[in-house]
């Protein structure tokens, strides 16, 4: 890799000299320069969660899903049917107000709130990593369009010319056959 062709390529891309590139930015032209293709991050293939963390997701999991509020749910419709009913039979053990079930469900609460929050700080960072990543590679694509561009012009007007000299010499050569040597 030329600091030469990073220098032409950071200037004829970006109209800014490589030195003064953020890292991103001159990631991407040393990509360019390199001509590989980009590759993920691999800190975003590995899974190096501990296992609170995998808990913690696990636990997002199941609480964010509608199978965990529709067996909650009857979970609590058995509960209170219990309870209500076995009240004559003294099989109750919470009766109405249901206080040792509104424990339960604070401390539900209390425990499953923080965990899920953990889960989804987690996944935001994860997020941020691989927005990064798209945008290296939405860069770099825009780029070598665009470079890709200036070859495609560069051609077309080096076509033009040669269609222009060629032209040129066909009417020369024409004005030869038509018209005699010193009539011109």
């Known amino acids: 890799m030329s600091d ?7 200037q004829e891309l970006l109209n800014c000299a490589y030195e ?3 890292p991103i930015q001159r990631s991407v032209i040393d990509l360019i320069d390199n001509e590989k293709p980009s590759v993920v991050n691999p ?3 590995v899974d ?3 296992f609170g963390q995998r808990l913690a997701d696990s636990v997002a999991a199941v609480g964010g899903s509608w199978a965990f509020i529709i067996g909650f749910g009857v979970a609590l419709a058995i509960w209170m049917a219990w309870n209500v009913l076995g009240r004559s039979t003294h099989l109750a053990f919470d009766p109405y107000p249901f206080i040792f ?6 401390m539900l609460a209390a425990i499953q709130a923080p965990v899920i929050m953990m889960s989804q700080n987690r996944a935001a960072q994860r997020d941020r990593e691989a927005a990064e ?3 290296v590679v939405n860069l770099r694509a825009e ?3 665009m470079h890709l561009h200036d070859k495609l012009d560069a051609l077309r007007d080096q076509q033009i010319v040669d269609l222009l000299e060629r032209q040129a010499e ?4 024409l004005k030869e056959r038509l018209l005699p040597r010193g009539a011109e």
């Open 48 to 50: 190096d969660r501990t």
């Open 4 to 10: 030469d062709r990073r220098e032409h390529l950071a």
């Open 101 to 106: 079930l509104n424990l339960m469900l604070s």
């Open 170 to 173: 066909a009417i020369r050569l």
């Open 133 to 135: 990543h798209d945008y």
């Open 43 to 45: 800190r975003l293939k």
């Open 143 to 145: 780029l070598e369009i």
């Open 20 to 22: 003064k590139l953020t």
